[in-house]
């Protein structure tokens, strides 16, 4: 890559702290765009290309799952014959519910759960928190696998989904918290009926 003088310079004078601090900071979002991301960019809003999206795919399969996250959604692409690209499934970050990682000798794999309707709140209750409520949702959950991961990517996406998994299940617990207390305060069957004055 080419570098201005100044630049060149500059990068010559960084510490080895620098240097392992970018080790540490990897970022995939950083490196030139590829060609499957211009491909993807086709099936991404206007409003969604106006940032680079974090792509993961898996590097064995038929077919190939794909996983691409945007600020707005997840999107499931499988790669067919000859590479050909299928959008199978989407889901906005409002229906996300949680990440889990496991790693292998030499690979990664990522779990992703999704709630499977949009309004996902009616099913989150933020007082059962301490009970199975994962079991007892289960058959409303979506589940996403991607294996085969390549493990510095895999535990780069897993930081970024686990931070986006956190941010929703605090807006739902407000939200829910929110809608009770608006429920606790009508009285039920509304206000009661005047008393009629004696005459």
């Known amino acids: 890559m080419f570098l201005p003088a100044e630049e060149k310079a500059e990068e010559n004078q960084a510490s080895p702290q620098d240097d392992s601090r970018k080790k540490h900071n990897f970022n995939p979002t950083?490196?030139?765009?590829?060609?499957?991301?211009?491909?993807?960019?086709?099936?991404l809003t206007a409003e969604e290309r106006k940032e680079r999206p974090h792509i993961i795919k898996e590097n064995v399969g038929a077919p190939l799952k794909i996983l691409v996250i945007t600020y707005y959604r997840a999107i499931l692409f499988?790669?067919?014959l000859f590479g050909r690209l299928k959008d199978v499934s989407d889901k906005v970050w409002r229906q996300f519910v949680s990440v889990h990682l496991s790693e292998g000798a030499f690979c990664s794999a990522l779990e992703l759960r999704f709630f499977r309707y949009h309004d996902s709140l009616?099913?989150?209750n933020p007082y059962k928190d301490?009970?199975?409520?994962?079991?007892?949702?289960d058959f409303k959950l979506d589940h996403w696998h991607f294996e085969r991961l390549t493990k510095k990517e895999a535990a780069y996406i897993y930081s970024v989904l686990k931070d986006k998994e956190l941010y929703w299940q605090e807006k739902r617990r407000s939200e829910q918290i929110e809608q009770i207390g608006s429920l606790n305060a009508k009285p039920p069957g509304g206000q009661p009926?005047?008393?009629?004055e004696e005459t």
């Open 30 to 43: 950083d490196d030139p765009e590829t060609k499957l991301e211009k491909r993807i960019k086709k099936w």
């Open 78 to 80: 499988e790669a067919g």
């Open 122 to 124: 009616f099913y989150h």
């Open 130 to 137: 301490t009970s199975p409520y994962m079991e007892e949702t």
């Open 193 to 196: 009926p005047k008393k009629k």
